[in-house]
């Protein structure tokens, strides 16, 4: 398995040939993209048509669950089964200052998997394959640039899927009262803005 990881990477990784735009494309994805997890999130709980609203944060709630499960996850797994990154041994190319970490699995895939697998599942087939695809692109950036292994990113999907699946049990068995409470705690915290009709109620 080891040896299959170091030869898709190889056929990913960036070298000093590769075009220098790509480099900053792969950059773009790797650094700043995943900044639309958050803004979504806070997006579709703000603001939406109000027949749309109630379905929206339920969609949030579920989300925060299942990122929540998923990045404690995948920090246990990495302080459990620490895993040096590609440029810590010396193997292929870096193009992206980071930490000596450990690599598996990769928070960021772990994160933009989650989210779009949140989608995929509970909200529309068109958004989730949308957010799909970001991942995967997100995915290969950091292989790309040097960073990570491919199986960091298959082990973010994996516990991604896990982060949904925790999030689908805990919402059966405490949506309700999961949702009154950010419902009622949301209201106290924004009745101003509310209030002036700047997000919805």
């Given at each position: ?35 639309i997890v958050p803004l979504l ?161």
């Amino acid at each position: 398995m080891e040896q299959l990881n170091h030869l898709v990477f190889l056929w990913i990784n960036a070298t000093p040939a590769s075009p220098e735009m790509l480099i900053k494309f792969a950059s773009f994805l790797a650094n700043d993209l995943i900044i639309i997890v958050p803004l979504l999130i806070v997006g579709l709980w703000l603001w939406g048509q109000r027949e749309n609203i109630s379905q929206q944060r339920v969609l949030v709630s579920k989300t925060a669950i299942a990122l929540l499960f998923a990045m404690a996850t995948a920090k246990s797994l990495s302080l459990l089964f620490p895993h040096a990154r590609p440029f810590v041994e010396g193997f292929g190319h870096t193009f992206l200052q980071h930490a000596p970490d450990s690599s598996f699995p990769s928070d960021h895939g772990t994160a933009i998997f989650t989210f779009a697998l949140s989608f995929l599942l509970w909200h529309r087939l068109w958004s989730g394959a949308i957010l799909m695809v970001t991942a995967v692109g997100i995915a290969w950036s950091r292989v790309y640039l040097g960073v990570h292994w491919p199986l960091d990113m298959v082990g973010g999907l994996l516990v991604g899927m896990l982060g949904c699946l925790f999030a689908q049990l805990v919402w059966n068995l405490f949506g309700e009262q999961i949702n009154a409470m950010m419902c009622k705690v949301y209201r106290f915290g924004f009745a101003f803005p509310i209030k002036k009709g700047w997000v919805q109620n």
